[in-house]
């Protein structure tokens, strides 16, 4: 059973902080990583991808992705009020047609 | 361009009725996911159509199917409706035939009575 392993949380940090996500993933052959951003009551927001090991950076998100370690996680620098969400991690499966979800990680961030 | 649409937003049904449910993808692409989301599962993949073919599918019973017009429109379908159906199901495009980064459209929340 291929699975994808988040902290459900909550994760409670202040206004202007760094929130650090993480994520595990099962399947080696797993090739490409999501982060996406779901609001209370909304669809999926699709906040970054990334597919090769490091770091990519896109605004105040960093995302890392270790393949070596099956591991994936989420930096959110200058944390505002408005970043409060569940953040969902997901990977490709190896057939690359559908994405496996972990249940998500709330983030509480307080003004 | 506009995002990807899902129809009906709302639908409440009692148990052993079916239901259809619509999406139509982001103009220009071809490949459409659907999810279920519950609070307990949180989303699980259902199926992936791209240019009429059903390519992938999750681990849920026959009573769930799809399919997808030469548009790229897509429907699922539900029969025999369970109370554990309830959900909010979630269709998602993609513009690579490869797979790649899915768009989610709003998703329909079904109320199983």
Redesign the interface.
């Known amino acids: 059973q291929k699975e994808v392993e988040q902290n459900s949380g909550p994760l409670s940090v202040p206004e202007g902080a760094i929130a650090s996500l993480n994520c595990t993933y099962s399947d080696r052959g797993s090739q490409?990583f999501?982060w996406?951003r779901q609001y209370s009551g909304?669809?999926?927001?699709?906040i970054m991808?990334i597919y090769s090991n490091g770091d990519k950076e896109d605004g105040r998100f960093t995302a890392q992705l270790n393949k070596a370690s099956q591991y994936v996680s989420l930096l959110i620098r200058d944390s505002q009020p408005s970043d409060s969400a569940t953040y969902?991690c997901?990977a490709?499966?190896q057939?690359?047609?559908?994405?496996?979800?972990?249940?998500?990680t709330t983030l509480s961030v307080s003004s | 361009k506009a995002g990807v649409t899902q129809t009906p937003r709302y639908l409440i049904k009692t148990r052993g009725q079916q239901v259809t449910l619509s999406c139509s993808p982001i103009s220009g692409h071809r490949s459409v996911s659907w999810y279920q989301q519950t609070p307990g599962q949180g989303l699980q993949f259902l199926f992936e159509y791209f240019s009429e073919t059903q390519r992938n599918k999750g681990n849920f019973p026959g009573r769930f199917s799809g399919r997808q017009f030469s548009n790229s429109r897509s429907e699922m379908n539900v029969s025999t409706l369970e109370l554990g159906d309830s959900a909010l199901y979630l269709c998602a495009s993609s513009p690579s035939e490869a797979g790649g980064t899915q768009y989610f459209g709003p998703g329909t929340r079904l109320t199983v009575l």
């Open positions: 490409s999501f996406y909304k669809s999926p927001e699709l991808s969902l997901a490709e499966t057939a690359g047609t559908a994405l496996i979800f972990g249940k998500g």
